[in-house]
């Protein structure tokens, strides 16, 4: 593992008490350092850094996070079809900031959001639908070791040694690895890969296992006894299924989406999966990924080896 940096982002910003660490503002915490990430990796902002320092930059996203809890309210509560960016939460904190500027940042936050929202589905947290139920995360948080998970330097990556003998275990208990399969993220391609082996013999379909996850110490509540901290996933899928080089860009592409998707959740979301997690792969009544399936959801289940 490379050198940690701690996260400038803290979660001590976002409670006051032990009242206070509850879901919704676990939510604005998560959302902070990814509006922060957006900001820092932004071109079209590079004035808006020269101009603030990393501290300054932290007070905004904190005070930004916390203004969008009345546009969730506002959503919540039937006044807004969609989740608003008003431009006067930007306006309040920089009052002497171009329109122009204001729109950059809208659309980082934006873009954060968006991120952000795209891991809920797979998260079992429940953040917004249990917002005022307590968040075990945050004691369970040691904020001296948190990591930025959105920079490639900050990532938590096997060893050589721990690499070696995670696919050996794989070739051993599934067969031989024909191909690996990277993420369509650059920034993590090579911490997340997916190991696939084709259909031989009596194992008459693809097998897909995930390497990466299992570097990672879940944040296990400590109402979930005896549940593993780390683990990798498995998937088998049908021998007639079309896998390559160039799977991301095929219509069969779903399996694989589904495992990237639900590898994050350690990994981007720092929750947690377990057997008998059940993930609802479906927006606005459509499926998110399977498009050519009737299927819409996940289930993970015990992996037996024979």
Known sequence: MKQMEIDPIKAKYFYANNDEKIKLNWFCYEYAWKLYNEIRKSIK?????????????????????????????????????????????????????????????????????????????????????????????????????????????????????????????????????????????????D??????????????????VTIGVGAYHMNIPKEYVGIESRMELVMCIQPEWNCGADIHNAPDAWPIDILFKMAQIPIEQKGFICRGLSVDFTSKGKSEFIRNTNYTSAMIIPCFIP
Request: charged share 30%; with cysteine; proline share 2%.
């Open 45 to 189: 902002l590079k004035k808006y850094r020269k101009q603030n320092d990393q501290e300054q930059i932290v007070q905004f996203c904190v005070y930004f996070s916390k203004e969008m809890k009345k546009s969730i309210f506002q959503k919540l509560g039937g006044l807004t079809n969609e989740t608003v960016f008003y431009e006067e939460y930007v306006e309040n904190y920089y009052p002497k900031n171009s329109k122009a500027m204001n729109m950059r940042i809208l659309e980082a936050a934006t873009k954060a959001w968006d991120k952000l929202l795209s891991g809920c589905g797979v998260c079992p947290t429940r953040c917004i639908s249990e917002m005022y139920k307590k968040c075990v995360l945050f004691d369970q948080l040691d904020e001296d070791e948190h990591l930025m998970m959105d920079s490639d330097e900050k990532y938590v990556r096997y060893s050589k040694e721990e690499l070696f003998c995670i696919e050996s275990h794989i070739q051993k208990h599934f067969g031989n690895i024909d191909l690996f399969i990277n993420g369509t993220d650059r920034n993590n391609e």
């Open 191 to 208: 911490v997340l890969k997916i190991a696939a082996i084709k259909p031989k013999g009596t194992r008459n379909y693809w097998t897909l």
